[in-house]
């Protein structure tokens, strides 16, 4: 059986929107580690990370790490998506739901997510995700899209804890999946 397993930077005051602005200077050599750990063989996205990536990605084609983020099968999360031209990826219409539990059912390897907060909620909702790992990074950013929405609440079960040596916590929790 296959898990989703998901991966985010956020501010202490659970900011994830727009890391590029603040976690590099928290970015090293403990922290890659960590980012490299959580990369899977097959990817699961949402269409905002997957269009984001293609812009980015696509045009470095031939690049070590472009090729590298193009290589692995994709899962995309979609319903106004019809295709997907950029890096093996393979759109989950409307019927997204159904299909990951048959993907997550199968023999496959793990799926791996970087952003796609609003898929993650969901995942969570629908009982699919097995980890989420939250870099918390020792800054308050103030404003901007949070890990979870206004009004969600539910238990989140935490399954380990590191504090790294620039002050960011690995944070790994795991939602009751069905």
């Known amino acids: ?24 200077p928290y970015f090293d050599d403990e922290v890659g580690a960590v980012v490299g750990s959580l ?8 269409r905002k990370t997957y269009v984001g990536f293609a812009e980015h990605f696509a045009p470095l084609a031939g690049q070590e790490f472009a ?29 997204w739901v159904e299909r990951l539990r048959e993907i ?4 496959g390897p793990d799926l791996g997510m970087s952003g796609s907060v609003v898929l ?9 995700l097995d980890e989420l790992h939250l870099l918390v990074h020792p800054v308050v950013v103030g404003k901007g899209q949070r890990v979870f929405a206004d009004g ?24 009751e999946t069905r």
């Open 1 to 24: 059986m296959s898990k989703i397993i998901a991966g985010l930077f956020s501010s202490v005051d659970g900011v994830v929107q727009d890391p590029q602005d603040w976690h590099f």
């Open 152 to 175: 969600e609440s539910f238990p989140l079960p935490l399954a380990s804890s590191t504090q790294l040596g620039n002050g960011t916590l690995h944070v790994v929790y795991a939602p």
């Open 67 to 95: 090729d590298q983020m193009a290589a692995p099968p994709k899962f995309v999360v979609s319903t106004t998506l019809e295709s997907a031209e950029w890096g093996n990826a393979t759109v989950l219409g409307t019927d």
């Open 104 to 107: 997550k059912a199968g023999d």
């Open 39 to 46: 990369m899977k063989p097959r990817m699961l996205l949402g």
């Open 120 to 128: 993650i909620r969901s995942l969570i909702a629908e009982g699919l």
